[in-house]
Nanobody, 115 residues
Framework: QVQLVESGGGLVQAGGSLSLSCAASGSAFSVYRMGWYRQPPEKQREFIASITSSGSTNYADSVKGRFTISRDNRKNAVYLQMNSLNPEDTGVYYC?????????WGQGTQVTVSS
């Protein structure tokens, strides 16, 4: 089974950038669809971006053109580059691994964007 650990969160001013990483342990990482989700304060968790095993990406409309998801199967890692951040991007960011009905989540990393 895949286990996920996120890193790279923090406090940034509006307009700034952050890069998140998700390290995966376990076997068969390359076959998982990997994704990033976030949970804003007092709101439900929402989809941000995903990348398939073949590298196809998908983004929420709210982050298109600002965020980029990528993966390195040799390092068992997935990344989220976040640019032009605004206060609405504040939340706990979670890494997700999906294979069929199997879903795994990391513990989350906090991103706070100040105005």
């Amino acid at each position: 089974q895949v286990q996920l650990v996120e890193s790279g969160g923090g406090l940034v001013q509006a307009g700034g950038s952050l890069s998140l990483s998700c390290a995966a342990s376990g076997s068969a990482f390359s076959v998982y669809r990997m994704g990033w989700y976030r949970q804003p304060p007092e709101k439900q968790r929402e989809f941000i971006a995903s990348i398939t095993s073949s590298g196809s990406t998908n983004y929420a409309d709210s982050v298109k053109g600002r965020f980029t998801i990528s993966r390195d199967n040799r390092k068992n890692a997935v990344y989220l580059q976040m640019n032009s951040l605004n206060p609405e991007d504040t939340g706990v960011y979670y890494c997700n691994a999906l294979l069929g009905s199997i879903a795994r989540w990391g513990q989350g990393t906090q991103v706070t964007v100040s105005s």
